[in-house]
């Protein structure tokens, strides 16, 4: 691989681990004349243990070498993010879990050879030592995943290295989806974004651990369904901290524990067996809200016609195709905060198919808000 000058990389990777204060190089991916040598470079400044920001089919994800600590640790800082929280990594060939596990279960395998690439993390005993102590934040597993989007793959080989990557936004606020999203959270904290243009799926990956009994425990649910995983397996079971926003125990995933993917603004999912009654409910509570002095705001489903007066109303699609609402999600939460909507109501959905990931990430935008008409 051939790398660009030491002083370029260095006019790049400007300042402390952190990188606050540097300028930020931005390489486009999506003009195929000029895609191989952008991201040859953004490679290089990766290897050379600088973070940078790519697209994958889901959202765009934050890189290190996750065997780089200050590199690991630069994330953290451009990112907020607690450091219990452990971080997926992220590869481009299968071989390359060989120096990251210490073994692959068959059931495994056979997850690998039906999803990979895509939006399935695997979480598996690490070998000691492998990467850095903050990747798997002091945990004996990590999540491991092959992104299914060529820009991620071919910068994961031009790095040469595994990339811990988490969703390249400041903790704790909607993912990024596209990278002026990406540039709005972290211009100045980070080296540089890949620009692959919109990213796919719009919701995380899945991440389940197999267990010894052949049992799949899904820890977070994202594009790869419950319904697709027992196309493999038997036994697919939600793990139990996810009817919770919090954990007392270190999370063994990425989104277990804390408030995730939050607007600016106080939200809360508003569900019920008859739509009418939801929205009658909802425009209540909006016009009680605007006597407060609140911009408001709803995000409700195609089906629901009701006029919000006074009250910023965006789609997540139709309720009959909820991969158009997970790929929305996270770009109409960030609306709500360029218009300065201080308080939302979210119509909620089915938590069935692609419905269990949106529902998953609305509950922790809205901090466990949860209202039953």
Request: glycine share 10%; net charge negative.
């Amino acid at each position: 691989m051939e790398h660009p000058s030491k002083q370029s990389i260095d006019s790049v990777i400007a300042g402390d681990s952190s990188v606050a204060g540097s300028s930020m190089q931005r390489w486009s991916a999506i003009e195929p004349n000029i895609a191989g040598s952008a991201l040859q470079e953004a490679g290089a400044v990766l290897a050379s243990g600088g973070i940078v920001a790519f697209p994958t089919e889901t959202v765009y994800g934050l890189g290190a070498d996750a065997r780089n600590t200050s590199a690991v640790e630069a994330v953290f800082a451009a990112k907020g993010r607690p450091s219990d929280n452990p971080l997926i990594v992220h590869i481009s060939q299968q071989n390359q879990l060989d120096s990251i596990v210490q073994r692959v279960l068959p059931l495994e395998q056979q997850l690998m050879n039906t999803f990979w690439p895509g939006p399935l993390t695997l979480v598996m005993p690490v070998i000691e030592g492998a990467l850095s102590p903050r990747v798997t934040a002091g945990l004996d597993t990590v999540g491991v995943r092959m992104p299914d989007h060529p820009v991620a793959l071919d910068l994961i080989t031009a790095a040469d290295c595994p990339l811990a990557a988490p969703s390249a936004n400041r903790s704790g606020r909607p993912s990024p989806t596209t990278a002026a999203h990406v540039a709005d959270d972290l211009a100045g904290r980070i080296n540089g974004i890949v620009d692959g243009g919109s990213a796919g799926v719009g919701v995380e990956s899945t991440v389940i651990q197999v267990e010894e009994d052949g049992r799949i425990l899904i820890l977070r649910p994202g594009g790869i369904t419950r319904e697709q995983l027992l196309t493999v397996a038997d036994r697919v079971e939600l793990d139990p901290a996810l009817s919770g926003v919090a954990a007392e125990t270190a999370p063994r995933a990425p989104g277990m524990k804390y408030t995730h993917y939050a607007p600016k603004g106080s939200m809360s999912i508003v569900t019920g067996e008859h739509m009418n009654e939801v929205a009658a409910f909802m425009q209540e509570q909006l016009i009680a809200a605007q006597a407060r002095g609140e911009r408001t705001g709803v995000l409700v489903f195609d089906e629901d016609n009701t006029v919000y007066e006074g009250s910023l109303r965006l789609t997540l699609g139709s309720l009959s195709h909820l991969e158009e609402a997970a790929s929305r999600l996270y770009s109409q939460l960030r609306e709500f905060d360029e218009a300065e909507i201080t308080f939302i109501l979210a119509q909620g959905c089915a938590e069935q198919g692609v419905g269990l990931a949106v529902m998953n990430r609305l509950y922790k935008a809205a901090g466990g808000q949860f209202i039953r008409v």
